[in-house]
């Protein structure tokens, strides 16, 4: 890489979210919910080494507020198909990791100049698909474009001299040098910028990829695929294999020449990619590596001290933005006793305001869940939390077309109850009486989570024991537990909550790197 490269790049600066107060916004984004609903029913092919491929599974992606609405129909790879998209990543590796850091970083800028270019029609697919409001939309493409724009820049430093100390009689260097072949397994809830993030980590460090996008974004992944392969990234380098977890996503995981998986989702499914990638393949030549962020059973600790009305705001927003579907979301308010009672009076008014609807009218705050399946699980949930405590907002579906719920609180629960205990993925908020302060900190540690956290107190002295123990990889004070913002705060958990991954940091393209140390005799 030529060292002046680097220099000549402005410095990274977080993409605005836009206003759609805005008249000229809020018009754009309309004619691009028309734009895109011209294009309900479209076929989208697997891609394998830039060919097209049509097959006779299919998935079909609906709009969970209108379930007989289907966005695309998307081409379903077979067991046989996704190991040929292996080897085409495999061989492609051979010349992709030899590229110059400059010119892979390239694509990404190029990829995030044309996003922002396209962005209101990728919002308006994710008000479809997902069923995201306008501003929870546009802050995900703002977190993807944020994502190619930093990991770019991070290729490049890392692709500069590293700092070694020297010693006489010899040149020393160290370079860091890509893995191989990456299976991409993203989720649904941040379709386009975790999907985007993951992918193009892989991708700038000079690995190749193939991308097993979740079933119920699989449309949104096809669309970055088409668009990379726009901006000029070769073929093989990033292959399109969305299919069955069933039929394909353990053979993707236990194959030789799969170097290493980066998967966002699930506890379950995480561990059971984790145990099976560390059984040895005939073949294989390497210790495979994971890169899991899983779940999270985020709280939000408001001390007496706590001003009401803002911690109030912050939970509501924590616990209720995109429906509750985002791993760091407030899924507990932990809450001391002295002001307890006023808190949950005033919790209750605020989540009273919130609008359920069509995430396509900007009106609605909460739109639908993501599919039946979580419309079901998450309203077992809220069945048990009735008997584990006190309803006090919510618990009933709305409607009966769309995967639609109430907003739902749940106070008086006890830190060992189910509803505050296992990931419920969902708009549920549990609230939890604390005797005081060091009672709402064991509360807080009490979980086989650790991904988010926030505390609202004026007291140096209770921030710095938060500092001290209470142990999640985010952790914030007087402020929401939601929208870590890259370079920011670099995002990723501890404990089932994953390995740490600290996406959007400084640390997070070393994961799909390893250092090689170079020495010459003088």
């Known amino acids: 890489m030529n060292t002046t490269t680097l220099e000549r790049i402005t410095p990274f600066v977080n993409e605005p979210i836009k206003d759609f107060k805005n008249p000229t916004d809020a018009a754009a984004m309309e004619a691009a919910l028309a734009a895109v609903k011209r294009t309900f029913g479209k076929a989208y092919p697997l891609i394998v080494n830039g060919e097209a491929i049509e097959t006779e599974k299919k998935i079909r992606s609906i709009d969970p507020a209108h379930p007989s609405e289907v966005i695309g129909i998307v081409s379903s790879a077979s067991r046989e198909t996704a190991m040929r998209a292996i080897d085409v990543a495999a061989h492609t590796f051979e010349s992709w990791r030899k590229t110059p850091a400059d010119e892979r970083a390239s694509y990404l800028f190029k990829a995030a100049a044309l996003l922002r270019e396209r962005r209101f029609h990728y919002d308006a697919l994710l008000v479809y698909e997902v069923g995201k409001s306008w501003v929870e939309a546009d802050a995900d493409m703002a977190e993807a474009i944020d994502f190619l724009e930093f990991y770019a820049r991070e290729a490049l430093r890392y692709a500069g001299p590293q700092p070694i100390t020297p010693v ?11 893995l191989g072949v990456g299976a991409v397994i993203p989720p649904w809830n941040f379709a386009c910028a975790i999907m985007v993030g993951m992918a193009s980590a892989a991708i700038v460090t000079g690995n190749t990829v193939v991308l097993k996008p979740s079933s119920d974004s699989a449309v949104i992944a096809a669309w970055f695929v088409d668009l990379m ?4 990234l070769p073929k093989g380098v990033l292959n399109f294999i969305p299919g069955s977890g069933s039929e394909i996503g353990d053979p993707i995981v236990a194959h030789p020449k799969v170097r290493f998986i980066s998967f966002t989702g699930s506890k379950e499914t995480g561990l059971h990619i984790n145990e099976l990638a560390a059984k040895t393949a005939p073949g294989q030549k390497w210790i495979k590596r994971v890169v899991a962020e899983m779940g999270g059973k985020d709280s939000i600790v408001v001390a007496g001290d706590a001003d009401v009305d803002a911690a109030v705001e912050a939970v509501a927003v924590s616990a209720f933005g995109f429906q509750g579907q985002k791993c760091s979301a407030c899924s507990r308010a932990i809450v001391d006793a002295s002001i307890y009672d006023a808190f949950v009076a005033k919790l209750v008014a605020r989540v009273g305001m919130i609008t359920v609807g069509d995430p396509a009218d900007p009106k609605n705050y909460m739109g639908p869940v993501v599919n039946e399946a979580a419309l079901k699980s998450i309203s077992e949930y809220i069945e048990i939390g009735k008997k584990e405590g006190r309803l006090v907002a919510g618990g009933k579906r709305v409607g009966s077309e769309g995967f639609f719920l109430e907003p739902t609180v749940i106070a008086d629960v006890d830190p060992a ?17 604390a005797r005081d302060y060091e009672h709402a900190m064991e509360i807080a540690n009490n979980t086989e989570f650790g991904l988010t956290g926030s505390v609202y107190t004026t007291d140096e002295q209770k921030i710095e024991r938060a500092r001290e123990d209470f142990f999640v990889g985010n952790l914030y004070f007087n402020r929401k537990s939601t929208g870590a913002l890259v370079g920011v705060h ?33």
């Open 168 to 178: 006489a009689g010899e040149r020393n260097e160290m370079v860091y040098i890509p």
């Open 229 to 232: 392969h726009e901006v000029g």
């Open 490 to 522: 670099p995002f990723g958990g501890f404990n089932m909550s994953g390995t740490d991954s600290k996406a959007g940091g400084r640390d997070y393209l070393l994961l799909f790197l390893q250092a090689k140390s170079m020495s010459r005799k003088l």
């Open 417 to 433: 109850a189910r509803i505050s205990q296992e990931e419920i993925f969902g708009p549920v908020l549990a609230v939890i009486k």
